[in-house]
């Protein structure tokens, strides 16, 4: 049951439809969606769910609705990062930068509430040449956005684990800013018994308090003539018109409007104060959870920063380095630098934001963790083993279904032939990191994300 109090406050929303939109909440018919790895795919020797395809997302480049929802846990693509598994409406972000970026160079762009990481992805597939910061606030969530990216691959996005206003400290840097607020969450009501026992009026009051106080902090970081966009799974007018009011009341931003399709089923809402665009998805009219979304363009410029933080990424000595190439050579546009005691490698042309993000936030991953030395040996780091960067001088072993579960779940898989450090793969995507001994295998796929379930 929908609460009473909600179903008033959504009377006269443009595009809700009581009859319709309560009907889709009772006969609950599940909607999944995944959407490519672009950067994986091409490495794929079979593609991954190739059975379950259904039909394609229609406002994105390679996102898919499957027949049916798969046992996702125990399917070896998941985890290697080949997909993610993402609802469709928060896929119409891809679509958005598409008219208002549609050739994309190397920008910087700020995810700034970002965990679990699905939007994260989708902008490092967009902005392949460009630099994603992933931010997220709370630690716990940041952790599990960090695993998110480790297993995505690329190592165009940074996360940080910082308050928004710690950004403050970043004036005009950023030419793309997503705030995909936290919000009262009514559009996961289909999904969620909890967003239905958790919503009350109140709440949606906190929520846009809190949501004006993010924009009040981070508009500073975007660059003059820089994009905005704002999102919730929020259908309540607190949070979503009445925030474009306000932004572009306040700030001065520029509304900018997206072409929709006819058939997506989206509806287009133009504010009543400023005119603002935005976009709303009903669950009864797309194929796709709640969402609400809206993009403006800055027209002002940033303040100048105050801030400096010790950096702490630092250059590895020659003679470490030198021991370092001995078991991993990398292309010629990365370079290397230390972490606390790990080497990571970044492709040179993030090394100087890194830099001047490194001396505002707390970085808690930044280019490719790639191992340490212990002594004269090399202990390569499972985010190496799932990067996209080429292991010539590592073997691997391309294993079948069964051995890679086994090895997922953290057990000894039976494996002839190899020796040392050595990957596994399952159908060309790399999984992680065995070490063959004479008398033994260890399997070190890290612990905490192995499979749990029988
Ligand atoms: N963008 C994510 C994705 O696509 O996977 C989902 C983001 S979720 C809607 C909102 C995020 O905001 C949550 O991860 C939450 O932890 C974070 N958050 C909570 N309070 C916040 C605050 N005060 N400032 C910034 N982010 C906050």
Redesign the pocket.
């Known amino acids: 049951m929908l609460p009473i109090s909600f179903i008033e406050s959504m009377q006269g929303v443009k595009g809700f439809q009581k009859e319709a939109f309560l009907a889709v909440h009772v006969h609950n018919i599940p909607v999944t969606s995944i959407r490519f790895n672009p950067f994986k795919k091409k490495l794929l020797k079979q593609l991954s769910l190739a059975d379950q395809l259904d039909e394609k997302v229609p406002w994105t480049s390679d996102a898919w609705y499957l027949k049916e929802r798969p046992s996702f846990t125990f399917d070896p693509f998941l985890h290697g990062g080949a997909y993610y598994v ?1 609802e469709a409406s ?1 896929m119409f972000v891809e679509q958005i930068l598409q008219q208002a970026i549609p050739q994309p160079a190397q920008e910087i762009v700020l ?10 992805t ?1 902008l490092s597939g967009y902005f392949k040449n460009g630099l994603v910061v992933a ?4 630690k716990s ?1 940041a952790a599990i ?1 960090t695993e ?1 990216v480790i297993k995505w691959g690329a190592d165009n996005i940074i996360v940080t684990n910082n ?2 206003v710690h950004f403050q400290r970043l004036p005009a840097f950023f030419d793309v800013v ?6 009262s ?1 009514s559009g996961l009501f289909r999904k969620d018994a909890g967003a239905i026992a958790g919503w009350s009026l109140e709440n949606v009051h906190t929520c846009s308090l ?1 949501q004006q ?2 924009i009040r902090d981070t508009m500073g970081v975007l660059k003059h003539g820089g994009l905005f966009i704002y ?3 929020s259908y309540s007018t607190a949070e979503d018109e009445a925030i474009l009011d306000w932004m572009v009341q306040e700030y001065a931003f520029e509304p900018l409007r997206i072409q929709l399709q006819p058939n997506w089923g989206i509806v287009e809402v133009r504010t009543t104060q400023q005119e603002a665009w935005g976009y709303r998805f009903f669950p009864d009219q797309v194929k796709g959870e709640g969402f609400f979304v809206a993009v403006f363009r800055k027209k002002s410029a940033g303040i100048q920063p105050v801030f400096r933080l010790e950096n702490n990424l630092t250059q590895p000595a020659g003679k470490a380095l030198a021991l370092l190439s001995e078991h991993i050579q990398l292309p010629e546009n990365y370079r290397v630098f230390m972490q606390e005691n790990g080497f990571r490698a970044i492709q040179n042309h993030y090394w100087q934001p890194l830099q001047q993000l490194a001396q505002q936030l707390y970085i808690k991953k930044a280019g490719i963790e790639l191992g340490g030395l212990k002594g004269k040996d090399f202990v390569p780091s499972h985010e190496l083993a799932l990067s996209l960067l080429p292991l010539t001088q590592m073997n691997n072993v391309e294993v079948d279904l069964e051995t890679a579960l086994h090895y997922l779940r953290k057990q000894v898989p039976a494996i002839q032939g190899a020796k040392g450090w050595c990957t596994i793969s399952y159908c060309g995507l790399r999984l992680g990191w065995i070490k063959v001994l004479p008398n033994r295998i260890n399997n070190y796929y890290p612990a905490e994300w192995r499979i749990l379930k029988d």
């Open positions: 993402q928060s995810d700034i509430s970002a965990a679990p990481g699905g939007k994260t989708l931010n997220e606030v709370i969530r956005l998110n308050d928004p997503l705030l995909d607020a936290p919000c969450g809190r106080r993010i999102s919730t799974c």
